[in-house]
Nanobody
Framework: QMQLVESGGGLVQAGGSLKLSCAAS????????MAWFRQAPGKEREFVAR????????SYADSVKGRFTISRDNNMNTLYLQMLNLKPEDTAVYYC????????????????????WGQGTQVTVSS
């Protein structure tokens, strides 16, 4: 299993920006599709964004489309999430996840599709 470690979270005012990173260990990063999920207090974990192995195909939840950008650097084994124009409703713990089995598109937003997870990084957006 891949080891994933998120960083870059913090406290920001509404309208601000943050860039999250997810460092992966192991040789399988480039073989895996990667995703970001988030979980707010009292809510279920929800899909945020996904990127394919090469970085050429991305998918976003409607709630973040146009504000968040997922990217990856396979040479550095790192996944990123650039978040702009943050809103209080973006407050959550953000997790990166890996999918080595390259699930069908219809399963991209499901937590069970991903076999490796990081420990999460807290993002808090104040109004």
């Amino acid at each position: 299993q891949m080891q994933l470690v998120e960083s870059g979270g913090g406290l920001v005012q509404a309208g601000g920006s943050l860039k999250l990173s997810c460092a992966a260990s192991g040789r399988t990063f480039g073989d895996s599709a990667m995703a970001w999920f988030r979980q707010a207090p009292g809510k279920e974990r929800e899909f945020v964004a996904r990127i394919n192995r090469s970085g050429g195909v991305t998918s976003y939840a409607d709630s973040v489309k146009g504000r968040f950008t997922i990217s990856r650097d396979n040479n550095m084994n790192t996944l990123y999430l650039q978040m702009l124009n943050l809103k209080p409703e973006d407050t959550a713990v953000y997790y990166c996840a890996a999918d080595r089995h390259l699930a069908y598109r219809g399963y991209w937003n499901l937590s069970r599709t991903y076999e490796s997870w990081g420990q999460g990084t807290q993002v808090t957006v104040s109004s």
